[in-house]
């Protein structure tokens, strides 16, 4: 255990633990929107931005990845922190104005957000679908397109395998925009413009998973495909 | 340095506008980057400020044009940096519509604090730092521009990207480029990536001594990113799923071109020059291709199936290699008559230089030249064991000679070297794992004389070393102590202090220049000699230098032969000589996180076997280490004098 300085508070905290798992215990509000609990820290949105101080200077660091130390000293509301904040959801709104999620933040920091005809359901670049993708499922179906020198690509985008998919729908569920769509409809479910053939249940005849999901499951844990296809309702 | 009219390099102000009160610049001039030789800029913008050379400079176009080119670099990996440079493209954009107002000047200023202050990487904290003072010192332009009193002008901007790393880089790698595809795992596309500056991946990710790593600047934070790994971890992923094939020429062109020695810089040329159309046939003296790399590097730093892989994949494209094909005399007249337009010279360095001891030139059994110990090792030669030997020289080939013998079975190894462990040339890495493995080691000291009995050596004199003012390398000179002479007695002495060429022939009629160290002389920017449609490059002609230097080399001189059989003009870039290229204008916070570690074969099973003795990244390890680059990308624009 080592000891930090929370808002000028002493509290103890895990060694290695983040800056933001902390004030989440303590119940201190601090807005996120590409953090997930059970995925790996990203540091996209910008918007955790909390004052740090280790060597007798503050500086602004992401409280989402950002490790404690034994003494570092944090505020998580001073005058530098809520501008910082302020001034990342302007440049998110600019960006993204009709999307109801970056609107929420954008309304919860003080950025006026007039009222808007339609909503938009912007991919913000957030990475929570990559990283779902990679880490809970393992399929690691979506990833960041590159840029770097000499790639003259107008705009940085999730690029979608389809090979290496298999329909779960774990990306739609957590993606906070609804940028990723899943349509579900009899025996079909179509996701980034991929179609999966769902297996029906053996029980209640529901279609219930895509056979691509089951097979990878099989593959996994050797179990035999034949005793995956009942649903979790009929098992 | 010519007097600029103006620059807020590194934040220091030099103002020598009309009008303005003349500042001498304070303390000594800070080095920007300046244009090629016989170039000249009206302006420049890079990441540490603007300089301006020419009152006529367009300042508004220029970091118009510097925005788009900083727009390329951002990957949109956090909210501010993208969203924020395309707002300031916007508000330009808007100024120059005359929609404009003075207020956007503030809102710019905020947008460029804000982007700077809270960016994931190094990028993006110091990519928009010149546009604040270009803004800040050349407001009134951008007011004439929202006034509509001036508009904004397409003119000829040069943009060069670099990196600490990439600078320091000979083949100038775009190393946070291929780091960056790595962290995102798409491997395929980061081998593709380095493959463009360097056709052998798996080679140099094992062997290269990182220039780069010593110029990251997480260096100065907890550890360098662990480039050279990186670069492993890509070529590796790439075998272990099959190895894909190089794509080759998209036409086809009528020269062709001879290579003497496929070495790094031979194939690296023979790659290059194949895939631009020329045909391309390589002469080789050896039973191998390869070079040092297979000759030189022992197995256990090196498996012979990498290096074979990567040199396969090359011939593959349609080059033609002659091996056991020594090339003795160089004429280019007779190979024009055979057919050929152009020769590259890339013969290496494979004559191990004396030492001067007494009975050097005997031809004793037991006293053997430390390159032709390691060739006949890599070609299967079988060395008996004995009890004791002595390796002469402190590089990375000493060290090879010395591991190697731990193998063989001697009992005994140890290497003299006549400095003391400072000025040893070797990389750390390789005295550190020889330490491991046993190896001795005696500093200041060296030989004076082999002893022999009926032929054979049975040990050296050796005298003890000081070490006294500094030599041409700018290391201590060693003096010998006078009557402190001894004897080391041993079954074999290796000697490893230095390497020089075996040129092929010249006659005289096509005589080109060789220096007093026996290189071939070129033209720095041609690579070409004294004969037109002569090219030489590598160990040849700079003396002994690292895979990835001669890998540049074989690049360089590729375009250069094309440009000679094309008429053509070689592009030349921007120099970053003398600059700073670590120092940005504000660093975010950075966790300190130590490299990711790799497995090391197990000591007690290293004796004996050369089997490779350091492990590589798996694909997570990999994407984790990568996640540590702090993306240093620098971008220079320039406005072109007419």
């Known amino acids: 255990m080592v000891t930090i300085v929370i808002d000028g508070r002493k509290v103890k905290a895990k060694e290695n633990s983040t800056i933001l798992e902390n004030t989440q215990e303590l119940n201190i509000d601090i807005p996120t929107l590409c953090f997930h609990k059970d995925l790996s820290s990203f540091g996209a949105c910008r918007l955790c931005m909390v004052e740090v101080n280790t060597n007798g200077k503050w500086q602004l660091a992401t409280s989402c990845n950002t490790s404690v130390e034994d003494g570092m000293e944090i505020r998580t509301d001073s005058d530098r922190v809520r501008e910082s904040r302020k001034l990342t959801t302007e440049l998110l709104y600019y960006k993204y104005p009709m999307t109801e999620a970056v609107r929420e933040v954008a309304r919860k920091l003080g950025v006026q957000t007039p009222e808007e005809k339609g909503e938009s359901h912007d991919c913000i670049l957030c990475g929570l679908c990559v990283r779902t993708c990679r880490e809970i499922v393992g399929v690691s179906a979506l990833t960041f397109q590159d840029r770097g020198r000499g790639r003259d690509i107008d705009e940085p985008k999730i690029e979608f395998n389809p090979n290496s998919c298999i329909g779960c729908g774990s990306c739609a569920y957590v993606c906070p925009t609804g940028y990723v769509q899943m349509e579900s409809g009899g025996d079909k479910r179509i996701i980034w413009d991929k179609v999966f053939k769902m297996v029906a249940c053996k029980v209640c005849g529901r279609f219930f998973a895509p056979e691509d999901q089951l097979k990878y499951i099989s593959k996994e844990t050797n179990v035999p495909f034949g005793e995956l296809t009942t649903c979790t309702d009929c098992r | ?286 039973p191998h291709a390869g070079g040092m790399a297979a000759v030189g590097i022992p197995e256990y730093r090196l498996p012979r199936d990498i290096l074979n892989h990567e040199i396969d994949l090359i011939k593959r494209i349609g ?73 002469i020289g402190g590089g990375n080939t000493a060290l090879d000679c010395a591991r190697s013998c731990v193998r063989i079975g001697f009992d005994d190894v140890e290497i003299i070297y006549r400095r003391s462990r400072v000025e040893m040339p070797a990389s750390d890495e390789e005295i550190e794992e020889a330490e491991k493995e046993g190896v001795k080691f005696n500093y200041l000291m060296t030989p004076v004389k082999i002893l022999a009995k009926d032929g054979k050596v049975t040990g050296a004199e050796c005298i003890k070393m000081n070490l006294g003012r500094p030599d041409e390398s700018g290391r201590r000179r060693p003096v010998p102590i006078k009557g402190s002479e001894f004897t080391i007695d041993t079954d074999l002495i290796i000697q490893a202090i230095g390497q020089r060429s075996e040129l092929p022939v010249i006659p005289d009629k096509e005589k080109i220049e060789i220096t007093k160290w026996g290189t071939i002389k070129v033209d720095p920017i041609t690579y070409m000699t004294d004969v037109e449609g002569v090219f030489a490059g590598g160990d040849c002609v700079t003396g002994p230098a690292i895979v990835i230097d001669a890998l540049n080399t074989g690049n360089q001189v590729a375009k250069s032969i094309d440009c000679y059989l094309q008429s053509g003009s070689l592009a030349r870039g921007i120099t970053f000589e003398g600059v700073d290229l670590k120092k940005q204008m504000g660093r975010g916070f950075t966790v300190k996180a130590p490299a990711q570690g790799v497995g090391f074969l197990d000591v007690k099973e290293r004796a004996g076997s050369f089997e490779e003795v350091e492990g590589g990244y798996t694909t997570m390890e990999a994407m984790s280490e990568a996640q540590r680059c702090l993306r240093c990308y620098r971008v220079v624009v320039w406005e072109k004098a007419i």
């Open chain 2, 319 to 391: 080059i033609e290699l002659k091996v056991n094909t020594k090339v003795e005399k160089l004429s280019l007249k007779d190979l024009k008559k055979k057919g050929y337009n152009a020769v590259f010279v890339a013969v290496g360095a494979h004559i191990g230089t004396k030492i001067g001891a007494e009975g050097e030139d005997k031809g004793y059994e037991g006293f053997v030249d430390g390159v032709e110990f390691l060739r006949n090792l890599n070609l299967g030669k079988k060395v008996k064991p004995q009890k004791k030997v002595i390796v």
């Open chain 2, 1 to 286: 340095m010519d007097k600029v009219v103006f620059s807020s390099w590194e934040g220091r102000a030099v103002d020598n506008r009309k009008g303005k009160a003349p500042k001498a610049s304070k303390g000594r001039d800070i080095a920007f980057p300046s244009p090629p030789e016989g170039e000249k800029a009206l302006a420049l913008m890079g990441w540490n400020g603007l300089v301006v050379m020419n009152p006529k400079a367009n300042i508004v176009g220029l970091t118009l044009d510097y925005l788009k080119e900083v727009r390329k670099l951002s990957c949109g990996e956090c909210s501010v940096c993208m969203i924020g440079i395309d707002k300031l493209l916007d508000i330009i954009g808007k100024m120059a519509k005359g929609e404009g107002s003075k207020a956007d000047i503030a809102e710019m200023k905020a947008i460029i604090k804000q982007v700077c202050v809270n960016s994931k990487c190094g990028f993006g904290q110091s990519a928009l730092f010149p546009v604040m003072d270009s803004i800040k010192y050349y407001k009134s332009d951008f007011l004439a521009l929202i006034k509509g009193e001036k508009k904004l002008e397409d003119k000829d901007y040069s943009c060069t990207v670099t990196a600490p790393c990439m600078d320091a880089c000979p083949a100038k790698l775009d190393i946070p480029g291929y780091i960056e595809l790595i962290r995102n795992n798409r491997f395929e596309e980061s081998l593709d990536l380095i493959c463009e500056n360097c056709i052998l991946p798996g080679v140099v990710g094992r062997v290269c001594t990182h220039p780069c790593e010593d110029a990251c600047v997480r260096k100065d934070i907890d550890e360098p990113v662990s480039i050279r790994l990186l670069k492993r971890a890509a070529a590796d992923d790439d075998l272990q799923h099959g190895g894909s094939s190089l794509n080759g020429p998209q036409k086809e062109r009528e020269e062709r071109i001879a290579i003497i020695g496929a070495g790094p810089a031979g194939l690296a040329a023979a790659y290059n020059l194949r895939l631009m159309g020329y045909g391309v046939t390589i002469f080789e003296s050896l």
